[in-house]
Structures are given as C-alpha cells and as structure tokens.
C-alpha cells in the first residue's frame, strides 16, 4: 500500500462524564491501528476492515450520546499521502521497538537463568508464557503495520531469535530433570 490510496476518517465527539466511554473509543482505535490527527479525528486507509471499525465505533458513540462523521478522503498531493504513512509508520515503529524491548529482557532473562543453572519446569513454563505474550504483542502489532515499516522484519527476527533460546533452554531443562529422575532425585 505504498502507492496514493483513499483514507477513512472519523471526526466524533463524546460528552466528557463519563470519561469511560471517551477511553473506550481511544482504545479502539488504538488497537485497530488508526491515528490522530488531531483531538477527536482518526483516520485508517480506506478498507472493508475499516469501514466496519469505523460503523462500529459510530454506533458506540451515538450509544455513549455523542455524535460522529464518517468520510472518505483521498489526498490532493502525493506529498500528503506521505506524510500521512509516515504517521502510521512513526506510530507502528514505535510500538515494535518497546517489543524490541521486551525481547531482549526475555533472552536476558534466559541468559541469567541459564548461568544460574536454574532448569526447572517451573522457570521454563514462566518463560513459555512470557514467549507467548510476545508472540500475541507481535501478532497485534503486526495486524495494525498498513504499510510494513522497516522494524517490522526485525522484530520477527528477534522473535524467532527468541524462540530459539526458549526452545534451546527447554532442552537443557528437560536434560537436567530426566537427570534426575534417574539418579533418584525428585522431579518437578
């Protein structure tokens, strides 16, 4: 989607008590990867997806006893159609790089239990389930990246690099273990 597309906008307004219906349409939109442009104006490109994001939102907010405008916008120059990406790729860069983040205190977190020697079975379902909250982080992130920013391929990098050292770290937890099943030492 790198070429000039059409773009979905919503300008709404909500009355400000009680505040949980302004958070949850944030948060919506949020989660579905729309951006501000300004208070209260969000804009996705122009897809079936969106479009029933957006209707649905509509509906919330008119529930929540505010009001909203729907447009279909295509933009004069190329120049702002650029603009516009590199908004959403601002937006998505920066959600990558505090998975980058996360990423890198779990293959620490698998270095510092390794040196310790701590395979148990405990340390290594701690470890799975971290794993599989980056995996899902990834997932939504992904699922909001419109136009594949360059940290993209990097971040599932560093997941499959992460992967990697879990999978490298259950072994030895399972090597350990049957160790000692067979030495008579208990189990975990």
């Known amino acids: 989607?790198?070429?000039?597309?059409?773009?979905?906008?919503?300008?709404?307004?909500?009355?400000?008590?009680?505040?949980?219906?302004?958070?949850?349409?944030?948060?919506?939109?949020?989660?579905?990867?729309?951006?501000?442009?300004?208070?209260?104006?969000?804009?996705?490109?122009?897809?079936?997806?969106?479009?029933?994001?957006?209707?649905?939102?509509?509906?919330?907010?008119?529930?929540?006893?505010?009001?909203?405008?729907?447009?279909?916008?295509?933009?004069?120059?190329?120049?702002?159609?650029?603009?516009?990406?590199?908004?959403?790729?601002?937006?998505?860069?920066?959600?990558?790089?505090?998975?980058?983040?996360?990423?890198?205190?779990?293959?620490?977190?698998i270095r510092r239990e390794t040196a310790r020697h701590n395979f148990t079975y405990g340390e290594l379902e701690e470890n799975e389930e971290n794993l599989r909250r980056l995996e899902t982080w990834l997932q939504k992130i992904h699922s909001r990246d419109f136009f594949g920013t360059m940290k993209s391929s990097v971040a599932r990098e560093y997941l499959l690099q992460c992967q990697e050292a879990l999978e490298a770290f259950a072994d030895r937890v399972f090597q350990v273990q049957e160790g000692q099943g067979r030495s008579g030492g208990e189990t975990v």
């Open 1 to 109: 989607m790198t070429e000039a597309c059409k773009w979905l906008i919503i300008v709404y307004k909500i009355p400000a008590e009680p505040s949980r219906h302004r958070v949850a349409v944030w948060r919506r939109l949020k989660e579905k990867g729309a951006i501000y442009l300004q208070n209260s104006v969000c804009i996705l490109p122009d897809s079936p997806s969106g479009r029933s994001i957006f209707h649905a939102l509509a509906e919330e907010i008119t529930a929540a006893g505010g009001e909203s405008i729907l447009l279909l916008a295509e933009p004069l120059e190329p120049a702002a159609h650029q603009k516009v990406v590199e908004r959403f790729n601002a937006e998505r860069d920066g959600e990558y790089g505090e998975l980058l983040e996360q990423c890198e205190a779990f293959l620490e977190e």
